[in-house]
């Protein structure tokens, strides 16, 4: 009885996540949207540590982070597409040929 409610819980829970996915697969189906994300999310990261050290601390000590945010975010993506399953999206050429 007790393994019935567990697997009920687990479907409707995924149920109610699938539709938070979707933003994520639409992001994740195209490798410009990937890398405008990744570009979007490092440039935020040093936009706060060039306002909070300058400019100067950037590019000394701190632009680690950055490589670190980015290379891990590039990482994430492809291991996302993998386990969800998505496949890139044809690029305008390729469809031209059809």
Do not use: H, K
Not at 4 to 13: G, H, N
Not at 15 to 44: E, H, K, M, Q, Y
Not at 59 to 87: K, M, N, Q, Y
């Amino acid at each position: 009885m007790l393994g019935f409610l567990l697997a009920a819980s687990r479907m409707r829970l995924r149920n109610i996540v699938r539709p938070a996915w979707r933003p994520v697969d639409w992001v994740l189906c195209t490798d410009s949207r990937t890398n405008a994300f990744i570009a979007g999310v490092v440039g935020a990261q040093v936009i706060y540590i060039v306002g909070d050290g300058g400019l100067s601390a950037l590019v000394t000590d701190v632009w680690e982070p950055c490589g670190i945010a980015g290379a891990s975010l590039f990482v994430l993506a492809r291991w996302l597409r993998r386990v969800r399953g998505v496949e890139l999206a044809a690029s305008e050429g390729d469809r031209a040929d059809e």
